[in-house]
Nanobody, 127 residues
Framework: QVHLVESGGGSVHSGGSLRLSCVASEYTYSSYCMAWFRQAPGNEREGVAAIDSDGRTSYADFVKGRFTISQDNAKDTLSLQMNSLNPEDTAMYFC?????????????????????WGQGTQVTVSS
């Protein structure tokens, strides 16, 4: 059973930056896909960025050039560097993981493709 724990959320002003982290434990897959999703109140959960075990990445159009997904395999840690934040980025951010499949990490990514989820970390951006 994969266990994911996110951290790094917080409150910032427009234009600010945050770095989210997700530590994975009990992960036994040699090939995998990991992703960040977010969900704002009243909205559906949407994909933000994804990465596979070979380091290939994909991003939602609304974060391209602002967010960067990365992984530290030695530390079993997934990260999301978020720059130039704006109030529309306010949401609960979730880390997700799944054993790799043929389409991973091509866009779009969908919540139902991932079986393992963290508890989420809140990001709030004020204007």
């Amino acid at each position: 059973q994969v266990h994911l724990v996110e951290s790094g959320g917080g409150s910032v002003h427009s234009g600010g930056s945050l770095r989210l982290s997700c530590v994975a434990s009990e992960y036994t897959y040699s090939s995998y896909c990991m992703a960040w999703f977010r969900q704002a109140p009243g909205n559906e959960r949407e994909g933000v960025a994804a990465i596979d075990s070979d380091g290939r990445t994909s991003y939602a159009d609304f974060v391209k050039g602002r967010f960067t997904i990365s992984q530290d395999n030695a530390k079993d840690t997934l990260s999301l560097q978020m720059n130039s934040l704006n109030p529309e980025d306010t949401a609960m951010y979730f880390c997700a993981a799944e054993e790799a499949w043929s389409r991973c990490p091509k866009w779009p990514i969908r919540p139902y493709e991932y079986n393992y989820w963290g508890q989420g970390t809140q990001v709030t951006v004020s204007s």
